[in-house]
DNA sequence: CTGAAAGCGCTTACAG
DNA sequence: CTGAAAGCGCTTACAG
């Protein structure tokens, strides 16, 4: 910027206006110093700015996903990115891969960098580490799971209702052996699944269910054994109820494998790329992630704003997408 | 930090010192100033540091995707966060959709900001606005499509040679008229997959196609259009080829609403999630995104580590993978 | 082993 | 409409 000045002749503050767009240079100055920075190749820093201005305003936000490669991750990450364009910031993000050492490293490098917010899917039980930012004046919205042991904004699926829904629409086909396909039991969203599952079934008086719950399936290849070991009980499972995404993929597999996927019935958690084109179709509780990334969105950016409101708890819906699989009758015993 | 000097009575120089682990402080000081930190909160300004340091490193790299929920952006997205975490810095990233100003201004934001590198999906017809940032030392690698007008490192697929083993692969089957869907040809590796289309057809005699060619397909909408109207067509192709992920997923849907998908062959560049559960599965010519990300971060890291060498074009082998629908016999017209 | 002074590239709070 | 001085939070290049 030194450089601009002296070249166009002109001061540093007078540089800075023109580049701030400040009103008040006159016509010939702000010519002068636009062709030096063009002959100079001139590009301002942003962390000098930021480090120096009164709002400290970093124009950027930090993102904290499961995994940014997954679907459900990715899509809530483009939201967010859509929602923090229009406000002219950009996104940090990173993934954490349900390690607690990770959110906090990652969390750290961010608050290190000064993004003016996170969005953050939490994996850790223990959020208040973030409790001093919060008080210095960052806003954080969590995603997906709420924050332990700390008060903040959170948007999350209806996961209990929506999966007590997924069961309630296999027993309604006349389903009562329904297995429970879950993942670790510490993440809360599998933990509100289940709950969701055992109303279900509590409500329709089947209290003991009579088929098998799974849980800690980590991965579709996981969720694939699983189902197999399912199936070779006797009785197996006349339905199943997949509470997440890559282990409804480990189901649909299994039931390939054996070649009952229109015998036995399936109902998956979240929606799966395809679904309407395997044979039967996927009968899915479908998440809506690019509504949930804009309203963390659009929830964060309200705080940045000044909004002081307590902190709210918005649930997004879920939605029953018949497609087949959930429609199968029990097959005869 | 000027408090935790206060607090632990030492100097701003030695706190920096304790900050950052240089050696050489006693254990006593050491100690004061990691209890001050501790306890007046201290988070350390990456900024202010990165702004005094001779080497100005950030810490970061930027990320320039076509989209970044799209499957294959986020697979070299993560790829790349992987190997970045291995070297301790962050990544930012955003999404273009093929919007050449967008290309621009978040190129603008992240060298705003000082990122040490960036790995780029280029969408516009000309990188040269680079070339400024390049020559002050800031290292760049192209992803997907080579840069123009600017010289630099890329990693591509092999995007002919791929798609004409697609094609080979329908013509080895008996098949004479294979259709070809593309997307934009302003897309360089649309341009390229349809001269591998051309070659395979011109190798094996057939070189003028019975069948036609279709490009600009931006969406699986629009492919399955497409779709329907090449069936319309007397004589219809006996085979086609969909020279990108969405396509390959519109033609699925159209021959699917026609009952088809047994009757004409389909090979697909690029591979589809659960392409192996469909009937009949889904041959496709696969890329391999995340060998593709880990190269290009690899490359990335080395040039920030100072490698100077000439700019180096990697080719990441495709592979075909037959799963029944590039293996349809021509039906008999 | 420790510290005082200068300065990175900007904006602030003035003054004219 | 324009500019000189101070300072954001750090590290550098010294000196002791």
Partial sequence: ???????????????SRVINREPGVSPELTLRVTRAIEQLDFRPNLAASSLRRIDGRTASIGVILEDIANPYSAAVHR???????????IVLAGSVDEDP???????????????EGMVVVPTGEDQSY?????????SIVFVDRPPMHLDADVVVSDDRDGAAAGVRHLISAGHRRIAFLGDLT????????????????????????????????RSSELAMVATLDLLDETPPPT???????????????????????????LVGFDDV???????????????????????????????IAGDRGPAA?????????????????????
Avoid: C, W
Avoid at 79 to 89: I, N, Q, S, T
């Fill in 101 to 115: 050492d990770r959110e906090r490293r990652l969390a750290a490098a961010f608050i290190a960098r000064r993004v």
């Fill in 130 to 138: 973030l409790a001093i930012e919060q008080r210095a004046g960052m």
């Fill in 273 to 303: 790329p395809l679904a309407d084109l395997l044979v039967p179709g996927v009968t899915v509780v479908a998440q809506d992630p690019a509504r949930i990334g804009q309203l963390a969105a659009t929830t964060l950016f309200g705080r």
């Fill in 239 to 265: 339905a199943i109820f997949a509470s997440q995404n890559l282990i409804t993929i480990g189901v649909l597999r299994a039931l390939r494998a054996r070649q009952l996927e229109r015998r036995i019935a």
């Fill in 186 to 217: 510490s993440i809360r969203t599998a933990q509100e699944r289940f709950l969701g599952y055992t109303d279900a079934l509590e409500t329709a008086g089947l209290a003991v269910s009579q088929a098998r719950a799974v849980h800690g399936l």
């Fill in 79 to 89: 939201a967010v990115e859509d929602v923090a364009r229009g406000h002219g910031l």
């Fill in 1 to 15: 910027m030194r450089d601009v000045a002296a070249l166009s002749g002109v001061s540093l503050k007078t540089v």
């Fill in 313 to 333: 708890r918005h649930v997004v819906a879920t939605t029953l997408i018949p497609r087949g699989s959930g429609e199968i009758a029990p097959a005869e015993v």
